[in-house]
Structure formats: structure tokens, C-alpha cells
């Protein structure tokens, strides 16, 4: 059985990384254990690399945040 990966910006935005990350792992499997077609397989692709993105922009805020609370000692570089 061939699942559907579009996801919703809103609803990704809303995963925590794990999710995200548990998301694209299973994207891969799927990718890897079963035929998709051209379109399908970019499709697939593309939500990968959406996922990929979100969780950039989620690490992204926390070193942000985190450079905020050393701001009183010192800041780290990420």
C-alpha cells in the first residue's frame, strides 16, 4: 500500500524535529522498499526536502535561543 506524503506547511511547522525526522525516515523507507512512479518519486522528493527545511529552521531558532540565554557570559558559536 502506497501512502500519501503531502503534508501541510501548517502542519509542519507544527511537528516537533522528532516528528519531522520519524516523517522523512519513513518517506525513505518508502522511497527504498516500494516502485513509485517519476512523478510520484518527486513528489516524494520534494517532500523530503520540505521536511529537511523545517527542521533546519527549528535547529536554526533553538541555537538563536540559546545564543540569547549566553548572551550574559558568553556567546557560543554553532
Do not use: P
Not at 503531502?6 to 523507507?29: N, P
Not at 518508502?30 to 523530503?48: A, I, K, P, R
Amino acid at each position: 500500500m502506497q501512502k500519501e506524503w503531502k503534508i501541510d506547511a501548517e502542519t509542519m511547522s507544527a511537528m516537533s524535529m522528532e516528528e519531522a525526522y520519524a516523517k522523512l525516515d519513513e518517506l525513505l523507507s518508502d522511497l527504498e522498499m516500494n516502485e513509485h512512479s517519476l512523478e510520484e518519486t518527486f513528489g516524494m522528493y520534494t517532500q523530503g526536502l520540505q521536511l529537511v527545511q523545517c527542521c533546519h529552521e527549528k535547529i536554526d531558532r533553538i541555537e538563536k535561543k540559546l545564543q540569547i540565554l549566553e548572551q550574559n557570559d558568553t556567546v557560543s558559536e554553532f
